[in-house]
């Protein structure tokens, strides 16, 4: 039984992985809950407190990361906070819309749209397009390492 829930928290842990790259699907809390799940039906037996609190700090950092990243990459080209919410709803609504192509592109329609909406001109606009895309990208890309450091340190203390 404890192989099976061992290898059921792998098949979950890189779900999830996968799923980071929808905004809206919380991955790092399914990796919490998944190696909850593995230590109640095993006892609490195999994952040590500071893994736990490891855990739990990753867990709050993922969830902030990608918000942290957008907003320093649309300051960093002179976007506005309207770019970076325009990116941000352009990403959940590409979800739904022309999946998977709409994740691509919906953020950086959303970002520009947010850009005009703040009354940049278009060279201001598009330069501010670039930041928050690059932000919300470079923000993904945190929460994948996060996401994987989690699912690693929780496969060290099972296997």
Avoid: C, Q
Avoid at 95 to 116: I, M, T, Y
């Amino acid at each position: 039984m404890e192989v099976f829930l061992d290898w059921l928290f792998v098949v979950v842990w890189v779900a999830a992985l996968l799923a980071t790259f929808i905004p809206i699907v919380p991955a790092g809390f399914i990796i919490l809950g998944a190696a909850f799940l593995h230590e109640l039906f095993t006892s609490f037996s195999e994952i040590s407190l500071p893994t736990w609190v490891a855990l739990g700090v990753l867990t709050l950092l993922s969830s902030l990361v990608d918000n942290i990243a957008a907003a320093i990459g649309a300051r960093r080209y002179g976007g506005s906070r309207y770019g970076v919410w325009g990116a941000f709803i352009g990403g959940i609504a590409g979800v739904f819309v022309l999946p998977p192509w709409g994740l691509l592109l919906l953020p950086l329609v959303g970002a520009f749209l947010g850009e005009r909406l703040a009354g940049r001109n278009l060279d201001e606009a598009l330069k501010g397009t670039k930041g928050a895309v690059l932000g919300l990208l470079g923000g993904i890309l945190g929460k994948f390492l996060i996401h994987l450091l989690m699912g690693l340190l929780v496969i060290r203390a099972i296997f």
